[in-house]
């Protein structure tokens, strides 16, 4: 997917970043680089920033110091103002697929439609060809047999590989997910880290705020451990979850870490 470039080229850069809401600062001055093709992981406790760090990514939060890149491009622009930075962020975020704990899927459309909804509508894609592409995404994810089925009738691993093949539709540069498999039932969150998996192995840019100790540990090439607004700890998976320097992670590791 993303293999025309540098393999070494940074494709979201997060620089000295900060947000607070009202007195409580939730970013404390955040770097983070994710070169092009590799997954990183953010893991921490509840309230240590890492969903409000992801969402800043994309502007759903917005940052009050610092700047977020994609693809040498700056995502937040305080130079812009009123329908030129909506133009932007609009182009922007047609480059970010974002996935959420929940799967925010329309109950009245068919899941095919869910997925070729954006196509049609933001990149004025045939409908033919927009239905040829949804086909194909709903059979990357296992799910080709459900085109015509409406969302109620989804389990909830299902529905959110039906999200996961949503964002994919517009043919995006990064993927982000946050903590997408919290809202599953266990049995459920393996089909949805299969699906993810997969992406891994096709070079997908992805950040992935995550709960799932095993699966970050096994699928990134770069691990974060956030608390308290700041990052304690970053590294080589292989050495974050087996053998950590600072304390505060190897606390909150040997409370969640399960293998």
């Known amino acids: 997917m993303n293999t025309e470039r540098n393999k070494d080229e940074p494709m979201i850069e997060i ?3 900060h947000k607070s809401f009202g007195d409580l600062e939730v970013l404390k001055g955040i770097n983070l680089t994710v070169n092009r093709g590799k997954i990183v992981s953010i893991i921490g406790p509840s309230g240590s920033g890492k969903s409000t760090l992801l969402r800043s990514v994309n502007h759903l939060e917005v940052i009050d110091q610092g700047n977020i890149l994609l693809d040498g491009v700056q995502v937040n622009r305080p130079d812009m103002k009123g329908l030129q930075f909506e133009r932007h962020i609009n182009h922007i975020r047609q480059n970010m697929g974002m996935v959420f704990q929940h799967f925010n899927l329309f109950p009245h ?3 095919i439609d869910n997925i070729t909804l954006a196509p049609r509508k933001l990149k004025k ?4 060809i927009a239905r040829e592409l949804g086909m194909e995404l709903l059979n990357r994810v296992g799910l080709a047999s459900k085109a015509d089925v409406f969302p109620n009738w989804l389990s909830g691993g299902q529905k959110q590989r039906v999200a996961i ?6 043919e995006p540069k990064v993927m982000l997910f946050d903590e997408a498999t919290s809202a599953l039932d266990p049995e459920l969150v393996e089909e949805v880290n299969q699906v993810m998996q997969s992406l891994a192995e096709e070079q997908m840019t992805m950040l992935i705020v995550t709960h799932e ?3 970050a540990r096994d699928v990134s090439d770069w691990a974060m451990f956030m608390d308290g607004g700041v990052v304690v700890e970053e590294c080589a998976p292989q050495k974050l979850f087996s053998n950590p320097d600072q304390e505060r992670t190897q606390n909150f590791l040997r409370k969640h870490l399960n293998s």
Do not use: H, N, Y
């Open 213 to 215: 100790m095993g699966f």
């Open 109 to 111: 459309l068919s899941t």
């Open 165 to 170: 093949a949503r964002a994919l539709a517009m």
């Open 125 to 128: 894609m045939p409908p033919k």
């Open 15 to 17: 620089r000295d970043v």
